[in-house]
């Protein structure tokens, strides 16, 4: 099943979605795609024209010719890069199967109201990713790609998806937790803190603590590892990204590109499912 998204003037919005072929009927909107974690993303060679594409496993296998070193490794490589030679249709085919539902999203509107004014913004209009619309959720083991224009509503889907903000009406599932909202934030940080690893893309790295206990933190936070663990832990990750010469460094003295590094290895301290 392929289906797209696009992004009217008003905001991200799926009510005006179609098939896979009549996606170029907005010119100059929003553009993601979605794949199976061992599946090629594709999409139909028009780059300026903005869309969405939402592929899932049933699409991809039709397309399944990578080379056998990208096989059973999830990627986003457009195989059309590689030579026919090296492609195969026929070797042994290791297939990730997707799991369960892991993004609901249901009839989701975002609008910010502008202080002192009567204005307002809306960001997102009718955002659908349910069995009974044409998205289908987002499931266990899937790798998406949302992109679009600047202010498009991209972080405003992701903040409310990562539990940082609350939509204006409509409701998400979050691995079977039903927000909307109404929902608290103890509830919400909850959440988050156990099954949502979010980076931010303004770091939001606390400034007076050093690399190492800004990853420390969310594990420190949740209690669920000894003290020697998640130390253990926090060392294993910053390594993982390849700053273990900056460990005891404060935000201040780290480039952009290695606090951004240090905000994705607090994201995976509590190992998240998301
Ligand atoms: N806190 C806010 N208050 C008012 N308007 C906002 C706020 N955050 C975002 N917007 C507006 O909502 C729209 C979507 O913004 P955003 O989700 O940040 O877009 P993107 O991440 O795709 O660049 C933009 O028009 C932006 O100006
Ligand atoms: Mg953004």
């Known amino acids: 099943m392929t289906v797209s998204t696009m992004l009217n003037e008003s905001g991200l919005t799926s009510s005006d979605v179609s098939g896979g072929n009549q996606m170029n009927k907005s010119k100059d909107k929003m553009d993601s795609h979605r794949i199976n ?15 969405t594409l939402l592929h ?41 199967q997707m799991g369960e539902p892991v993004i609901v999203i249901d009839r989701l509107y975002k609008t910010y109201k502008i202080p002192g004014s009567d204005e307002s913004v809306r960001a997102l209009n009718d955002i ?9 959720p987002v499931r266990r083991g899937e790798f998406v790609i949302l992109r679009g224009p600047s202010g498009g ?25 039903v927000i909307d909202e109404k929902s608290n934030d103890a509830y919400l940080s909850d959440l988050r803190l156990r099954r949502i690893g979010f980076v931010f893309q303004t770091f939001n790295l606390l400034a007076t603590m050093s ?18 663990e998640r130390k253990k832990r926090a060392l294993e990750l910053l390594t993982l990204v390849g700053l273990q010469d900056r460990v005891a460094h404060l935000p201040s003295e780290l480039s952009g590109g290695e606090q951004q590094r240090v905000t994705i290895a607090r994201a995976l301290g509590n190992n998240p499912e998301i």
Do not use: C
């Not at 974690?37 to 869309?51: E, I, L, Y």
């Not at 659908?128 to 289908?136: G, W």
């Not at 204006?168 to 979050?174: L, T, V």
């Open 56 to 96: 899932q496993q049933d699409q991809q296998t039709k397309n399944d010719y990578r080379h056998p070193q990208h096989q059973g490794a999830g990627t986003t490589r457009n195989t059309s890069r590689y030579h026919p030679d090296e492609w195969t249709a026929t070797g042994p085919k290791i297939e990730k």
């Open 153 to 177: 509503g991209k972080t405003s889907l992701l903040n409310i998806l990562g539990t940082i903000d609350l939509a204006s009406s409509g409701k998400i599932q979050i691995l079977g937790e």
């Open 211 to 228: 690399a190492f206990e800004n990853v420390e933190l969310p594990m420190t936070i949740r209690g669920k590892l000894s003290v020697k």
């Open 128 to 136: 659908n990713l349910s069995s009974d619309s044409e998205f289908a």
């Open 37 to 51: 974690d061992n599946g090629p993303a594709t999409n139909n060679g028009s780059s300026s024209n903005a869309q």
